[in-house]
């Protein structure tokens, strides 16, 4: 039974909200540290 439930939107890239645009990317992962 799940408590809590997240609808994440997914965006094509040509079509990025201006808000979102504006973060700059990050690489995941943390082998780099």
């Known amino acids: ?3 809590a439930e ?3 939107p ?3 890239a ?3 909200p ?3 645009a ?3 990317p990050v690489k995941p992962g ?3 540290i």
């Open 22 to 24: 504006a973060i700059p």
């Open 10 to 12: 997914a965006y094509p």
């Open 1 to 3: 039974i799940a408590l």
């Open 30 to 32: 943390s082998r780099n």
């Open 6 to 8: 997240y609808e994440v």
């Open 18 to 20: 201006p808000e979102l």
């Open 14 to 16: 040509d079509r990025l």
